[in-house]
């Protein structure tokens, strides 16, 4: 067989066994249905978080059917490369935001929704015994540069688009602190580092200690363009 008829034979078979996995294994491993938070991840659930970004209706949806409490903001410009867009205030995920809720992107309270249920609370359970009822963190809106320079590109806080965890408050009372527990040798350090790692497959972006010294005392999440983890 001539090595051209032997490319299109393997063509048509890898076509055909593509659509016999579509057909047969569980929609979340289809790259064309919708995502759902309560699903298991796949190595299709990043790439389905990142296409939440311009599709407002099929990201409140998905907020909407895992059951999410959020009131949404109205899209409006605040300043130079700031303002919101397809951004709500988040209220209740598995965890309480506050009465007033912490502002975000419709896509980050949907990464942040699967990192929750997926990654942060399994490690709460498993490594130290409890789940977390609240998160402290040091916000997510900042008309802002990157890093609080005078000049540059705007942060992914300039859009609501990031958020910068500090701690964790856990349901039987206890305390995590990233500043505090990051290089602890206890099961605190290695649930930071576990929810770290957990969150690299979420979101876009992710910082923390070991980042440098102005993410010492927090994780920064977001969900820009630059797919970095440190």
């Keep these: 067989?001539?090595?051209?008829?032997?490319?299109?034979?393997?063509?048509?078979l890898l076509g055909g066994a593509a659509l016999a996995f579509l057909h047969f294994a569980p929609a979340r491993y289809d790259?064309?249905?919708p995502l759902a938070i309560d699903e298991d991840p796949t190595f299709l659930t990043a790439w389905k978080l990142r296409g939440l970004k311009g599709d407002p209706e099929a990201c409140f949806a998905l907020l909407d059917a895992a059951g999410i409490e959020y009131r949404a903001i109205p899209d409006r410009v605040t300043g130079p490369g700031c303002g919101f867009q397809d951004a709500a205030r988040l209220r209740h995920s598995s965890l309480r935001w506050g009465p007033s809720g912490v502002p975000l992107?419709?896509?980050m309270i949907a990464a942040l929704a699967v990192w929750e249920r997926h990654d942060l609370q399994p490690a709460a359970r498993d490594l130290?015994?409890?789940?977390?009822?609240?998160?402290?963190?040091?916000?997510?809106?900042?008309?802002r540069n990157v890093n609080n320079a005078v000049s540059g590109r705007r942060s992914q806080h300039a859009r609501a688009n990031a958020l910068d965890v500090a701690g964790f408050r856990l349901s039987d009372g206890r305390r995590v602190s990233v500043l505090r527990d990051w290089d602890a040798t206890g099961a605190e350090g290695v649930f930071l580092k576990r929810i770290q790692q957990g969150a690299c497959a979420r979101f876009a972006s992710v910082f923390g200690p070991d980042h440098n010294a102005a993410h010492a005392n927090h994780f920064h999440f977001?969900?820009?363009?630059?797919?970095?983890c440190r």
């Design 1 to 12: 067989m001539r090595p051209l008829a032997v490319f299109f034979c393997l063509i048509v």
């Design 31 to 33: 790259p064309f249905a």
């Design 105 to 107: 992107t419709c896509p």
């Design 128 to 143: 130290l015994g409890a789940e977390v009822a609240e998160i402290d963190h040091f916000g997510s809106y900042a008309c």
């Design 222 to 228: 977001d969900m820009g363009g630059f797919g970095l």
